[in-house]
């Protein structure tokens, strides 16, 4: 990739060889393996980091989902690091210095059956209780915040209202990418594709750097930020993780013009949509059932994806679909992430986001990048160790994640 200036088009990031050794390594060059390389090094002074990437860079979930952000999580661990993430969205692209199209453009999540609405104004409460901005609207509300949505009382599931969160929006994933690589490489943090970790040194109960396909690399610190291989990897090591992998679709419609400005989601119908600057309509709902890690997914997903959209929205029946495509997501048994110290010294995770993992990208770099630097689990950390499926102080997120879990 190149910068976006004038004249002779650059690089964003330099092609590296990697060194015998690092103080950190970090395995996996999505958002959130370069948004803690990024923070490693800009917030906590640690710039001897590689990032190793078995493939090209930001080429797995990163360029797989729907970029959309928001932080209206019912429970409070899950709106803590959420919100933590879209406070630093907001700043984001004066920060790094590069445009990543961020667009506050609010999200919309409908309530349909009386059981929606208790449990949309629950959350409505529970949002402003932790500082969010999230409002519950009435169907009339919903219907003039968004003309071309069908809210008639003829609807199989009739919109009985939403909740809103207006800072909510979407951002381009891989100008985020580009802009966290260019950021990460300009402050000496080496990024490495085709460069395919297999397995750990270790001295004892202490990890001291990893085996890769261009040879062995140590290191004080390994971060492993690889989503659903994470658990592939820790296996290596005797190191069980309760995560399962499961493809998730996602669809694009061809240009049109500009007729959506706000993301909406709906559970009930199951599925999401919102309409990127360019014009293509993006659009995504619920998993495959089936475990596996092929970027791909079954066909009555699509159809039941497109049906969902065109109930809600008429005024898309003519329109045609462009492409899919199927990501990876890594789901815990309570749908929270693990971001965690491990039984083995010198290791971290950073894995089980399940679907939140694009848009809590700059907040889980930068607690993973604090929790690695200080060897001790970040404040909004704490919550998310891989202990608690020990303990069984579960978060429980599953319920309210949104349409897809």
């Known amino acids: 990739m190149t910068a976006p200036t004038d004249g002779e088009p650059r690089p964003l990031w330099r092609r590296r060889t ?18 803690t390389a990024y923070y490693l090094a800009a917030h906590h002074g640690i710039t001897n980091v ?7 860079l930001a080429g797995g979930n990163m360029a797989r989902n729907t970029c959309i952000i928001r932080s209206n999580y019912l429970v409070d661990a899950s709106a803590g690091i959420y919100e933590h993430a879209l406070r630093l969205w907001e700043g984001l692209e004066d920060e790094l210095d590069y445009p990543m199209q961020v667009s506050q453009r609010g999200v919309l999540n409908l309530a349909h059956t009386t059981h929606d609405v208790r449990e949309s104004v629950r959350r409505v409460n ?45 951002a381009r994933h891989d100008h985020v990418a580009w802009a966290l690589a260019h950021a990460a490489d300009r402050l000496g943090v080496h ?31 390994v971060g492993l930020c690889a989503a659903g291989h994470t ?46 600057d360019k014009g293509e309509l993006v659009l995504g709902a619920g998993i495959d059932a089936y475990n596996g890690y092929g970027q791909r997914g079954s066909f009555p997903i699509i159809g039941n994806q497109i049906s969902a959209a065109v109930a809600l929205f008429p005024i898309f029946a003519r329109a045609h ?28 995770l950073n894995a089980g986001w ?18 690695i630097a200080h060897d001790r689990p970040h404040p909004l950390a704490v919550p998310y160790t891989l202990d608690r499926f020990r303990t069984g102080a579960l978060i429980d997120e599953h319920g309210a994640a949104a349409v897809a879990h």
């Open 354 to 371: 399940g679907t939140g993992g694009f848009k809590a990208t700059p907040g889980a770099g930068a607690v993973f990048a604090d929790t």
């Open 18 to 35: 990697p060194n015998a050794r690092y103080d950190v390594v970090i395995v996996g060059s999505g958002g959130h393996g370069l948004a």
């Open 321 to 348: 679909l462009l492409r899919t495509w199927g990501g990876i997501v890594d789901i815990s048994p309570d749908a929270s992430p693990i971001i965690s110290l491990t039984p083995f010294q010198g290791l971290y």
């Open 231 to 276: 658990s592939v990897l820790a296996s290596t090591l005797g190191l069980r993780l309760p995560l399962q992998s499961h493809p998730l679709q996602a669809l694009v419609s061809e240009l049109l013009e500009p007729v959506l400005d706000t993301v909406v989601m709906s559970n009930t119908v199951h599925v999401y949509v919102s309409q990127v």
């Open 126 to 170: 529970a949002n402003q209780l932790n500082g969010i901005d999230s409002h519950w609207l009435t169907t009339d509300e919903v219907a003039k915040l968004v003309p071309i949505l069908d809210t008639s009382a003829e609807l199989r599931h009739p919109v009985l209202g939403a909740t809103y969160q207006p800072r909510a929006g979407i």
């Open 191 to 221: 990024l490495i594709e085709d460069c395919e970790v297999t397995g750990f040194q270790r001295d004892g109960d202490r990890v001291i750097g990893v085996h890769t396909s261009q040879g062995p690399i140590g290191a004080d610190r």
């Open 50 to 56: 590689a990032v190793l990437e078995r493939g090209w």
